[in-house]
């Protein structure tokens, strides 16, 4: 008789049943988060969470289970944006010989990814109160690289010396709610960016 332990065949039994475990689980999860793209993309974030559980074809157990709450699952979907975000980025600090050219792009860049899903902006917003949240990290991120543009351009005197990265992030939120709105028309746009321009520009 086969001892069970020390490696006999009872004990290798539960390390073979461990892998596809895990294998499953990470494929469940970005399979939601592939079900929830879409659905933001195309419903906004008002939709249930029970609703994208279904969609996905998993229970709410399952969908709980690697999203606790729907800032855990908007945390997620927006973790997929961010190589582009970041890529971006690089582009435009390698295209842009004008700091300040380079900031105003920067600035339509992140107002273009807090406008991803319909009703981004307000979760992004409370995101910045809360220390737990899941989106705190990925603002910051985005707040840091915002800084940094905004310190080129007030090195080179485009900028004004007063303004932070946090607040020219949350004046481009504020812009970006604003173009969600539905009294928002087709010169809404412009007028907003030619407002949030001469809030930080120094020489306009």
Known sequence: MTSAVGGGPSSARPSRNTRPTRTDARRNRAHILDVAEQVFA????EVSMDAIA?????????????FPNR??????????RQPD???????????????GAALERWLDAVSRW????????????????EQDS?????????IDTTGA????????????ESLTGRNLYLATLSMAWALGAPSADGSTREELNDLLRSGWRTDL
């Open 42 to 45: 195309s419903d906004g974030l």
């Open 54 to 66: 279904k969609r996905a074809g998993v229970g709410a157990g399952t969908l709980y289970r690697h």
């Open 71 to 80: 800032d855990a699952l908007v945390a997620g979907v927006l973790e997929g």
């Open 85 to 99: 975000l970041s890529a971006e980025a690089a582009a435009i600090e390698k295209e842009s010989g004008d700091s």
């Open 114 to 129: 807090m406008r991803a899903y319909e009703g981004l902006p307000e979760p992004l917003r409370t995101a910045l109160g």
């Open 134 to 142: 899941p989106l705190r990290l990925t603002c910051q991120e985005v």
């Open 149 to 160: 543009f905004l310190e080129a351009a007030q090195g080179d005197g485009h900028a004004r």
